[in-house]
Nanobody, 127 residues
Framework: QVRLVESGGGLVKAGGSLRLSCTLS????????MAWFRQAPGKEREFVAG?????????YNDSVKGRFTISRANHDNLISFLQMNSLIIEDTAVYFC???????????????????WGQGTQVTVFS
């Protein structure tokens, strides 16, 4: 059974840092792009960052460039990390991890209909 589990959310003061983790297990072929999305109250879900299976490519939403870093470890399970620094109030949202099979190993993109999604973890930034 495929499972995608996030952890690491919480409450943080503006200017602080948090690191989110996401573990994908139960897959038979580990060539999966992994990405983070977020959804703030009353807003659409938006892409935050994505990383290719081979770790050669990463993409970021302009609003987080220079502050967030996505990384991953490809071992028995696939693990993605989102290091969030210099957090601002506008970063408050539920953060979702997603993973999608990519046979090339180079994609950073996720199309929601074919992806695995986690349950989400709340990040709240206060002033």
């Amino acid at each position: 059974q495929v499972r995608l589990v996030e952890s690491g959310g919480g409450l943080v003061k503006a200017g602080g840092s948090l690191r989110l983790s996401c573990t994908l297990s139960g897959i038979t072929d580990d060539r999966h792009a992994m990405a983070w999305f977020r959804q703030a109250p009353g807003k659409e879900r938006e892409f935050v960052a994505g990383i290719s299976w081979n770790r050669a490519r990463s993409d970021y939403n302009d609003s987080v460039k220079g502050r967030f870093t996505i990384s991953r470890a490809n071992h028995d399970n696939l693990i993605s990390f989102l290091q969030m620094n210099s957090l601002i109030i506008e970063d408050t949202a539920v953060y979702f991890c997603a993973a999608q099979y990519d046979r090339t190993g180079w994609s950073t993109q996720i199309s929601s209909e074919d992806a695995y999604w986690g349950q989400g973890t709340q990040v709240t930034v206060f002033s």
